[in-house]
């Protein structure tokens, strides 16, 4: 079965300063994954995927098959990243879709 | 476009009774998703439908149903609520079965008391 770890509940971190969020997954599978975020008052919205390699509001993530991790990092944290930060892995079975999260970080940037 | 919208977005219900909760995809979208939330268990994939048709689905029990229209509008239905349904019902909507990005409505707060 898969599996979703967000070890770190909440993250604090001055704004400026470099800030990552660990994920780590476990799965049989060839994975597809993604950052999933959601600021305050707003709804869950997809930040980045693996598969794209792109870098979004100046977080990237790289998807590690040897430490099966895929942790989302930022050089220079801002106030505005704060928001809850969701994992999440798409266990698919042939073109289905069936997405497991982790249970999230909530990232707060201090001025 | 207008976003996936999810009705009703607060629902109060006793235990034993039914409920079913609707969501309408972007225009365009065929695929759309649920998933229930809740501060234990955390965001948990229900199933997802397809072209009317269930595709996929998650480890809940069969009280937890769903089903989608012609025009990919879907609704999930929970019978005989228990306490532990209580939760924020998420609703997700796609283009297609081979796009992964899945667009997110503001959810559905259930409570059942």
């Known amino acids: 079965a898969q599996r979703v770890t967000q070890p770190e509940k909440l993250l604090s971190v001055f704004k400026g300063a470099p800030v990552e969020l660990k994920c780590n997954y476990s799965?049989?599978?060839?994975?597809?994954l993604f950052w999933y975020v959601q600021y305050s008052r707003q709804r869950l919205q997809l930040l980045l995927r693996?598969?794209s390699r792109e870098s979004i509001k100046g977080f990237t993530a790289d998807l590690n098959k040897g430490e099966t991790s895929f942790h989302l990092k930022k050089p220079f944290a801002q106030e505005e990243d704060s928001a809850m930060y969701y994992c999440a892995l798409n266990a698919s079975s042939g073109s289905a879709r069936q997405l497991t999260f982790g249970s999230g970080t909530q990232l707060t940037v201090l001025p | 476009k207008a976003g996936v919208t999810q009705t009703p977005r607060y629902l109060i219900k006793t235990r034993g009774q039914q409920v079913t909760l609707s969501c309408s995809p972007i225009s365009g979208h065929r695929s759309v998703s649920w998933y229930q939330q809740t501060p234990g268990q955390g965001l948990q994939f229900l199933f997802e439908?397809?072209?009317?048709?269930?595709?996929n689905k998650g480890n809940f029990p069969g009280r937890f149903s769903g089903r989608q229209f012609s025009n990919s509008r879907s609704e999930m239905n929970v019978s005989t609520l228990e306490l532990g349904d209580s939760a924020l019902y998420l609703c997700a909507s796609s283009p297609s079965v081979t796009s992964d990005t899945q667009y997110f409505g503001p959810g559905t707060r259930l409570t059942v008391l």
């Open positions: 693996h598969i």
């Open positions: 439908y397809f072209s009317e048709t269930q595709r």
């Open positions: 799965y049989s599978g060839s994975p597809e």
